[in-house]
């Protein structure tokens, strides 16, 4: 009972985000021509919009989470985020990021992204949590966006290429072969729009490269920010008032009313905060349990 009522909540918390909740529905009455008696006929039609609806292991939308970098907190960067108004696009990513950035130059800008993690929001905890082993370490510093906001400002999903050892992998034969090929330079070679979209992952004696699970969206260049575009911004909850104050003021919002705050976005959540409390937050509620920080 109490997993089909959490499921309920994050339905209806998307339902009313983004889109609204369909239901199955009696579409239409038979009729028999032999009795002229009407017959009630439940059909189950459903859309793909129906469906989607109820796969809780998708997200609305995408978040970017920043981490500490050349002297500045995670906390900075965001700050420097929201001043600048856009996400720069600081380093390469994809299938030829090491020759990227051993040419440098316009080869090393032609991969520069930025990017983002689709993950349904009671599980965006999970993209900043503190794993063994791993190499970068994101803080729960940052924003999303909805999946359309993304694609419009052109981000893409990446495609993972297995390279584990024990199989003839074709395709990463291919990408490697588009990347070696150009006399010319990474730059003008069409496939350099493709690379930064491309990312290996595989298993290896000694290591291991599986990044898989964080269903990564990338922009190549910088991704600007409307503040109607913005869905939340992200930080810890000690630092909401600091962040939102923050905004307020770059952003001049000073004079627009809490409930319009709502609709361009300047409302922040902490990651690590469970699915209720996100929506409670996101609808302008807070203080829900009395454990709360606010």
């Known amino acids: 009972m109490a997993r089909r009522i959490r499921s309920r909540c994050v339905n209806s918390f998307r339902s009313n985000c983004v889109t609204t909740l369909l239901w199955p529905r009696d579409v239409g009455v038979a009729r028999s021509s032999a009795t002229g008696n009407a017959s009630m006929h439940s059909v189950m039609a459903q859309t793909i919009r129906d469906v989607l609806n109820r796969r809780s292991d998708l997200s609305t939308f995408v978040a970017h989470f920043t981490r500490e970098s050349a002297g500045n907190t995670a906390a900075d960067n965001l700050r420097s985020i929201i001043r600048q108004r856009r996400i720069e696009a600081r380093s390469c990513f994809g299938w030829a990021k090491d020759h990227a950035e051993r040419r440098g130059g316009d080869a090393r800008d032609s991969q520069l992204c930025v990017c983002f993690s689709e993950a349904p929001v009671e599980h965006l905890y999970s993209l900043?949590?503190?794993?063994?082993?791993?190499?970068?370490?994101?803080?729960?510093?940052?924003?999303?966006?909805?999946?359309?906001?993304?694609?419009?400002?052109?981000?893409?999903?990446?495609?993972?290429?297995?390279?584990?050892?024990?199989?003839?992998?074709?395709q990463a034969?291919?990408?490697?072969?588009?990347?070696?090929?150009?006399?010319?330079?990474?730059?003008d070679h069409p496939a350099a729009k493709l690379f930064p979209f491309c990312e290996p992952m595989g298993t290896w004696p000694s290591r291991q490269r599986e990044f898989w699970w964080e269903r990564e969206w990338r922009k190549i260049g910088d991704y600007p920010l409307e503040k109607d575009e913005i869905a939340f911004w992200l930080c810890p909850e000690d630092e909401i008032e600091s962040f939102e104050s923050f905004i307020c003021e770059e952003w001049d919002l000073d004079a627009i009313s809490p409930d319009a705050r709502l609709k361009f976005g300047q409302r922040f959540v902490d990651p690590r905060w469970s699915v209720e409390e996100i929506i409670a937050s996101l609808v302008g509620k807070d203080g829900v349990t009395p454990f709360s920080v606010r």
């Open 128 to 170: 900043v949590a503190d794993i063994t082993h791993r190499c970068v370490q994101l803080r729960p510093y940052g924003l999303a966006v909805t999946k359309m906001m993304a694609r419009r400002r052109g981000a893409n999903p990446v495609w993972y290429v297995d390279m584990t050892p024990g199989h003839e992998w074709e």
């Open 173 to 187: 034969k291919a990408l490697d072969a588009l990347r070696d090929e150009p006399s010319g330079g990474l730059v």
